[in-house]
């Protein structure tokens, strides 16, 4: 059963900003150590950034803000295939784990100028 579907698009020149304006703290407020790692291992981190933003947004509109989420407690990883996945920490693997929520399926995608993420959350019925 779907529990929630989640959608962002953010303009990736607004990440770049916010980096370049706010540096560390910006980047160690939003994404945790392991997305800054691999953001900053591409040629464009920029755009890595971006789409990963896109997802803890998507991931928040999926779970209907039912509860205030840090955007720490969400995390993206890759797989070894390459496919993108969300973990979640704190008080929102709680909330995942009392609503049953048993999947979390992730697309992201980037542009030259926007990323995007979608995010459906599945439930056990």
Not at 14 to 28: C, D, H, T, Y
Not at 102 to 111: A, V, W, Y
Request: glycine share 8%.
């Amino acid at each position: 059963m779907i529990y929630g579907v989640g959608v962002d698009i953010v303009k990736i020149d607004r990440i770049q900003s916010a980096v370049e304006k706010w540096g560390e703290g910006f980047l160690r407020k939003v994404f945790t150590e392991n997305e800054i790692e691999y953001c900053y291992s591409k040629k464009v981190p920029y755009l890595s950034l971006a789409v990963r933003f896109a997802a803890k947004e998507a991931f928040i509109k999926a779970i209907s803000g039912e509860i205030t989420v840090s955007l720490k407690d969400v995390e993206v990883v890759t797989e070894g295939s390459g496919r993108p996945n969300i973990k979640v920490y704190g008080k929102v693997k709680e909330f995942i784990e009392d609503k049953n929520i048993r999947n979390i399926h992730l697309s992201l995608s980037h542009e030259k100028e926007f990323g995007v993420a979608t995010a459906v959350l599945e439930a056990r019925d």
